[in-house]
Structures are given as structure tokens and as C-alpha cells.
């Protein structure tokens, strides 16, 4: 198993960053592909970004240039940080990972984007 605690979400005015990070614990980190995922109200969840355990990165069509992936595998960490936040960037955002055939995700952390 491994446990996934998300932090760094907030209330931000438009054109904004935000910084989120996601610690990982119960599994050796520096082996594990981690992915970030976003569920804006009344929409289903949706991919946003991944990096491979060899630190290959893959982003959202929607996100590509705004928003970077990254990990600090020291501190079982991964980051995303996200520049020129817009309103609808206004989601939960999770943290997750895939062991064998099962996915774990985090609590989330709320973004919103004001006007």
C-alpha cells in the first residue's frame, strides 16, 4: 500500500501560481510513477500531468506550458507547480499512483481561481 497526502491548494486571482505538493509514504518513492489529476465541480476527474520514476514527464494538452511536474525523490515529494492559474483551472486536485492493478489517490486540495 502506499499512502499519498496532498497540500499547497488555495484561493488565487487569476494569472497566479500555486505550488502543490504531494508526499508519499509506504512504498520505496524513488520506484513509483506519480501523476496529478484534477475534478472540477460537476465534471468527471481528469488527467493533468505524470512523472516516471526515470523522470520522464507527460502533461494534459490543456496544461502544457503552464504547468510543470516535477519530484524530489529525498523528500518522497512531487510538486506541481502552476503559473498563469485561470478560473477554470478551479478544481480538486489529486495526487495519485498505480500499484499492479489498483489506483491510489490522495485526499486532494482545492484550487480556486478567481475572476
Known amino acids: 500500500q502506499v499512502q499519498l497526502v496532498e497540500s499547497g491548494g488555495g484561493l488565487v486571482q487569476a494569472g497566479g501560481s500555486l505550488r502543490l505538493s504531494c508526499t508519499a509514504s509506504g512504498r520505496t518513492f524513488s520506484g513509483l510513477n506519480m501523476g496529478w489529476y484534477r475534478q472540477a465541480p460537476g465534471k468527471e476527474r481528469e488527467f493533468v500531468a505524470r512523472v516516471t520514476w526515470t523522470y520522464i514527464t507527460l502533461y494534459a494538452d490543456s496544461v502544457k506550458g503552464r504547468f510543470t511536474i516535477s519530484r524530489d525523490n529525498a523528500k518522497n515529494t512531487v510538486y506541481l507547480q502552476i503559473d498563469s492559474l485561470k478560473p477554470e483551472d478551479t478544481a480538486i486536485y489529486y495526487c495519485?499512483?498505480?500499484?499492479?492493478?489498483?489506483?491510489?489517490w490522495g485526499q486532494g486540495t482545492q484550487v480556486t481561481v478567481s475572476s
Open positions: 495519485n499512483v498505480v500499484l499492479g492493478s489498483r489506483d491510489y
